[in-house]
């Protein structure tokens, strides 16, 4: 099993910055993605952004040029820094890990961390 602890969410003004941090722990395994989707009031949750442990990153089209995924040496803390935030990225934001064990993929996600921006 893997726990996802994520920190960072809060109320900001429209153009502000907000990073959000998510860390991993328990059965680690090395071949894995990790990342943050996002779910607005009444929508369907939908990607943000995510990195894989081979360095590729993957941004949603409404967050490229403002949000920045980055992750650390030891590959099991992931970081979202969001800046030019805007009204419409208000949502609850969820870390996600992908990791492979054996030959079977498992999924992990977090608890969910509220964002809110004000106009």
């Known amino acids: 099993q893997v726990q996802l602890v994520e920190s960072g969410g809060g109320l900001v003004q429209a153009g502000g910055s907000l990073t959000l941090s998510c860390a991993a722990s328990g059965s680690i395994f090395s071949i894995n993605t990790m990342g943050w989707y996002r779910q607005a009031p009444g929508k369907q949750r939908e990607l943000v952004a995510t990195l894989t442990s081979g360095g590729l990153a993957n941004y949603a089209d409404s967050v490229k040029g403002r949000f920045t995924i980055s992750r650390d040496n030891a590959k099991i803390t992931v970081l979202l820094q969001m800046n030019s935030l805007k009204p419409e990225d208000t949502a609850v934001y969820y870390c996600?890990?992908?990791?492979?064990?054996?030959?079977?993929?498992?999924?992990?996600w977090g608890q969910g961390t509220q964002v809110t921006v004000s106009s």
């Open positions: 996600n890990r992908k990791q492979l064990r054996g030959v079977k993929w498992e999924d992990y």
